[in-house]
Structures are given as structure tokens and as C-alpha cells.
């Protein structure tokens, strides 16, 4: 299988994308009561949204699919969306829209009120599925075939790197 091309994202990138979104954030007229970080790769980047907004932080771990911690909070944010609170859910990449699919879909079986749920993103692919309301850039799957390696991220050993960008290989091929 061929080496995937590695981008590694620096921390200063990082950072200006959180105040990107922040930005953007304050000049919405959506004002979220709560920003929820999707796990694993949206927990940092919900962390520093949360500082540079003051929003408080919930978060969902979708990608472990362990029932407690992913099935049962959507329908607890669920509940609150269909109460009036507003949810910004943040991850790192939208990349197949399969995430943001599969919560979209979770939340509104659970009677989520769809117009108090947005989506940022640090990376946003114009050729997902799935559409987000907040990125802070914007990449073409079709062009960019990067596998983009995050601040938090870059602490795995290689193997375990290579391994994630291969789980998808339309991705990077």
C-alpha cells in the first residue's frame, strides 16, 4: 500500500484555526449554550473553542461507539436541543461526512430540534456528504490527498498514524 503524504498540522496553526472559529462564532448569529467536543479528535479543539468563547463544553465519544459515552449522550443532547438549548458540535476534519452524518441522524431519531444544532470544524472538505456551518479551512478531497496529523495526534507512534489514514483509502489514494 502506498505512504500516505503526512501534513502535520503545528500547534500555532491550531491555535489560529480555534480563533478563526471563534471569530466566527461571535459574529453568528447562532450563539450556542454549549460546545461539544466529538471523540476523539474534536476534544482539544472543543477545549480551546470553549476558552476563546467562554462557551461551556460537553462532550460525546463517538468513535469508541461504547454505548454510555456516545448512544446515551445523544439522546440526553438530544433532550436539551428539543428544550431550546443550542449545540455546537466541533471535531477536527470533516473529511467523508460519515461523523457528522451519523450524529445528525442519531440526534434528530432522538427529537433534536435540527435548528439548534450546528457543526464546526478545523478542516472542512468541500466534497463531504455533509455540510458544516462553521470551518476554519477549507481542503478538496479531490485535490489535497494529505492525511493531516493534529497537535494531539502527532504524539502516536507512526504505525498507528499510517494505520488511521489507511482506514478510509479514498482518502489519501
Not at 13 to 33: C, E, I, Q, W
Not at 117 to 143: C, G, K, P, T, Y
Request: hydrophobic share 45%; aromatic share 8%.
Amino acid at each position: 500500500m502506498t505512504q500516505p503524504t503526512l501534513t502535520y498540522v503545528s500547534f500555532d496553526d491550531f491555535v489560529a484555526d480555534v480563533m478563526t472559529l471563534a471569530k466566527a462564532l461571535r459574529a453568528s448569529p447562532f450563539k450556542p449554550d454549549f460546545i461539544i467536543g466529538i471523540g476523539r479528535g474534536g476534544l482539544v479543539p472543543g477545549t480551546f473553542l470553549s476558552h476563546a468563547t467562554g462557551c461551556p463544553m460537553l462532550s460525546v465519544d463517538y468513535s469508541t461507539k461504547v454505548p454510555d459515552f456516545s448512544d446515551d449522550l445523544l439522546v440526553k443532547l438530544a433532550q436539551r436541543s428539543a428544550a431550546g438549548e443550542k449545540l455546537l458540535f466541533i471535531d477536527d476534519i470533516n473529511d467523508t461526512g460519515r461523523t457528522i452524518q451519523a450524529l445528525r441522524q442519531a440526534l434528530l431519531q432522538d427529537g433534536a430540534d435540527e435548528g439548534n444544532i450546528r457543526f464546526a470544524m478545523l478542516i472542512d472538505n468541500i466534497r463531504s456528504v455533509e455540510r458544516v456551518d462553521f470551518s476554519a479551512r477549507q481542503i478538496d478531497r479531490d485535490i489535497t490527498k494529505d492525511w493531516f496529523v493534529f497537535p494531539w495526534e502527532a504524539v502516536a507512534e507512526i504505525h498507528a498514524i499510517i494505520e488511521d489514514s489507511q482506514a478510509v483509502p479514498e482518502r489519501t489514494l
